[in-house]
């Protein structure tokens, strides 16, 4: 059985909800597209597209804790 990604990253990260009508300017050094998805939308494609491990989890969590 693999090690969870965790333990290869130990790291202490915390999720915020922000309310923000504003334009978001992404950091190109960074970020490689940005866009706001539908919750829906964004489970439907945590199995197919590449994530930063630490925020994978991080939303798994949340998911499991029943939003």
Request: proline share 9%; with cysteine; glycine share 8%.
């Amino acid at each position: 059985m693999p090690a969870p990604c965790w333990a290869d990253n130990p790291s202490w990260y915390a999720v915020f909800e922000v309310v923000w009508d504003g334009p978001i300017r992404h950091q190109a050094e960074e970020i490689a597209w940005g866009a706001f998805m539908p919750e829906d939308e964004l489970v439907g494609v945590l199995d197919e597209w590449a994530f930063a491990p630490d925020g994978l989890e991080a939303f798994r969590r949340y998911l499991a804790r029943g939003r």
